[in-house]
Each structure stands twice: as structure tokens, then as C-alpha cells.
């Protein structure tokens, strides 16, 4: 038998959790925003975008919007372009998300406008309509971003001191999302006009 030196006793490997400070977590946050869709108005040039995007929101929650995917797909690209120099105008803020270049896919859109009529005892108010949202960027925060930057839209642009919206009765998602936002039920319902043995409910919030 060979006499040498004593075996050594191996010891489990541990791995050390590195430690992260001030500057690691400046350089974590700033990748994580760099990830984030940009948010940038909607223009006249932009319909070919919307109506991929339009078409893409009435297939994926049909029951969320008036208009039905069939009239869509009818549309004409004039009709269209029409639309999108609509959506653009004075009158109306159409908000998109997009992977950052002209001409990426729209993954988010948020439209304000304007009230018409407005109730004659309120403040000016304005409505918030055709709101989406990718699946694949759902909870992550861009609905928040998205509504954060309309409101503060609606208020400073359309001098508006009230939003509000509709929302179908059984969306039970977007109605956790409104509340949690400061949007509150009026108590005002009206028929939902694809289905009118169900109901759009009305909530609203004060601006800012």
C-alpha cells in the first residue's frame, strides 16, 4: 500500500448569490425599460398598421368593441385611410405602442375624444374608447402606461376634467383593470349594441 498524503475531503460547492447593488439594479432597470414598447401617437400614415391592429383586437376580444371583425374586413383601404386621418385629428388622440421603429407592429392603442353630447352639469368631460392591448404584453405593464399617458392627454390637450368609458358587463378583466385606476361605476347602463340582452356599463374618473 502506498503511504501518502491524507486525502482531501471535498465539500459541497455553494453558490453565492452575488451581491447587487445601487448600480447593478440602475443597469437591471434600464434594460428592462429599454424592453418596453414605445408609446407614440397614432398618424394618418399609420393605417395600414391600424388596420392590422383592428383587425387583431376584434378577433382577439370581440365582445370589448361595437364594431364586428365581418365590417371590418369590408372596410376598403381608402375607408381606412380615412379612418386613421380620423383617429389623428384635432378632435381625437389616438395613442399606439410599437416595438420602437416606424413602421413595427402596433402591440397597444388607446383613443380619446371629446364627449358628444356633454352632460350640461358636469365639467367637460371626454371618453376613452378602442382600447387594446397584445396578449403578449399583458401584465406587464403597458395597459398602465398606455391609460396613464391618456388621461394625462385628455386633461392637458382636450382640457378635459372627467373620462369616461364603457365597459361590457361580463369583462370582468377590464373592470378589475378600470377600478384599480380610479375609474368608478356611475350607475349608468345602457344595452350592449352586438348583443343587447347584455349590458355596457358606464364608469368614469376625474382628471388628472
Excluded at 370589448?64 to 365581418?70: F, I, K
Excluded at 374586413?73 to 405602442?97: C, F, N, P
Aim: hydrophobic share 40%.
Amino acid at each position: 500500500m502506498t503511504v501518502g498524503r491524507a486525502p482531501k475531503t471535498l465539500r459541497p460547492r455553494v453558490r453565492r448569490t452575488p451581491k447587487v447593488g445601487p448600480v447593478s439594479w440602475s443597469v437591471t432597470l434600464d434594460s428592462w425599460a429599454e424592453q418596453l414598447p414605445r408609446i407614440r401617437r397614432l398618424h394618418a400614415k399609420d393605417w395600414p398598421l391600424l388596420r392590422a391592429v383592428r383587425l387583431e383586437m376584434l378577433t382577439d376580444t370581440p365582445m370589448a368593441y361595437v364594431e364586428s371583425l365581418d365590417a371590418a374586413r369590408r372596410q376598403t383601404d381608402t375607408q381606412w385611410q380615412e379612418r386613421a386621418a380620423a383617429m389623428s385629428g384635432d378632435a381625437s388622440i389616438t395613442l399606439v405602442a410599437d416595438g420602437g421603429e416606424d413602421g413595427s407592429k402596433f402591440c397597444g392603442l388607446m383613443r380619446v375624444v371629446l364627449k358628444h353630447p356633454q352632460s350640461p352639469e358636469k365639467p367637460l368631460q371626454a371618453m376613452l374608447i378602442s382600447v387594446y392591448v397584445a396578449p403578449e404584453h399583458r401584465g406587464l405593464g403597458l395597459a398602465d402606461e398606455l391609460l396613464n399617458e391618456a388621461c394625462k392627454t385628455a386633461a392637458e390637450e382636450l382640457a378635459a376634467e372627467s373620462i369616461e368609458l364603457g365597459v361590457h358587463e361580463d369583462n370582468s378583466r377590464a373592470l378589475a383593470f378600470y377600478r384599480r385606476h380610479g375609474f368608478e361605476s356611475t350607475g349608468a347602463s345602457r344595452p350592449y349594441p352586438q348583443d343587447t340582452s347584455k349590458l355596457e356599463l358606464v364608469m368614469e374618473r376625474p382628471l388628472p
